[in-house]
Nanobody, 120 residues
Framework: QVQLVESGGGLVQAGGSLRLSCAAS????????ATWYRQAPGKQRELVAG???????NYANSVKGRFTISRDNAKNTVDLQMNSLKPEDTAVYYC??????????????WGQGTQVTVSS
């Protein structure tokens, strides 16, 4: 069946880097577009970065210049490169995507999330 899975989270010291990956599998032809969100305990879920089926990207002001979103259409993945990490980046990171499958489109599809913890 269709799956959307995030990976690459972990524990890192402030100033370090992590690369998250969002991978679509199953009977999926491609990821149409995707957005990374994050949610810290006691806080609302917030948008981190997004990428369209074209060339447009967008970022939250808090991560501009530090995070980069990219896609690999051959692998059906969307990655988030996170540099110069800060303790306030600590959260569960989720991938949300619109997927093109066999005879249907999967709209607003969520992965299970991956934990990112940044220590000072």
């Amino acid at each position: 069946q269709v799956q959307l899975v995030e990976s690459g989270g972990g524990l890192v010291q402030a100033g370090g880097s992590l690369r998250l990956s969002c991978a679509a599998s199953g009977r999926i032809f491609n990821i149409i577009d995707a957005t990374w969100y994050r949610q810290a305990p006691g806080k609302q879920r917030e948008l981190v970065a997004g990428i369209t089926s074209g060339v447009t990207t967008n970022y939250a002001n808090s991560v501009k210049g530090r995070f980069t979103i990219s896609r690999d259409n051959a692998k059906n993945t969307v990655d988030l490169q996170m540099n110069s990490l800060k303790p306030e980046d600590t959260a569960v990171y989720y991938c949300n995507a619109n997927l093109l499958g066999l005879g249907r489109q999967y709209t607003d599809y969520w992965g299970q999330g991956t934990q990112v913890t940044v220590s000072s």
